[in-house]
């Protein structure tokens, strides 16, 4: 049996700036849709500092609109926050919510860029979908909206393009 932590937030993000968040801290149902999903952000405990966040995904499946098949692809997400950062849990429902999802590999790369932006609104932000084959084809898809700051440093996302057997 786990207990809550006894200790308080960082002085830097007072305890109501965690009382909005849909997720942390309680059950949450995996959203029934992309579009149902609630992407929640916190407080940038450094805001002003210009550093990288990165969410690797080995593991995201999306269903394939036109077969019903499953699609499977590593997506990595590297942002600059602003004045708010991606909530992980929330980030975590909001991906898997796509396992039942009907939409192109393009589609549902572009569309996760779009959420977190729109929800976290990064200084920079790039999202890389690799898409694993179908029908002999893999597709790799990339989002990106803000300029890297200068002097941040961004590694590659280390991913090894599709080699099958060569």
Not at 87 to 92: G, N, V
Not at 107 to 131: D, H, Q
Request: aromatic content about 10%.
């Amino acid at each position: 049996r786990l207990s809550a932590p006894s200790s308080p937030p960082p002085a830097s993000a007072p305890v109501g700036s965690y009382s909005a968040v849909t997720h942390l801290g309680r059950a949450s149902p995996l959203p029934a849709s992309p579009a149902d999903a609630v992407l929640d952000t916190v407080p940038n405990p450094h805001p002003g500092r210009m550093y990288v966040a990165r969410f690797v995904v080995p593991e995201f499946t999306s269903i394939c609109p036109v077969t019903g098949q499953p699609d499977f692809a590593h997506v990595v997400i590297d942002y600059v926050p602003g004045e708010r950062l991606v909530e992980s849990k929330a980030l975590k429902l909001y991906l898997h919510s796509f396992r039942n999802h009907g939409d192109f590999h393009e589609a549902c790369t572009v569309s996760i860029g779009l959420k977190i932006a729109e929800a976290a609104k990064p200084v920079f932000l790039r999202v890389g979908g690799y898409w694993f084959p179908r029908g002999g084809i893999p597709i790799d898809v990339f989002y990106q909206t803000g300029e890297l700051p200068k002097g941040v440093w961004l590694p590659e996302q280390g991913v090894a393009p599709y080699r099958g057997r060569g």
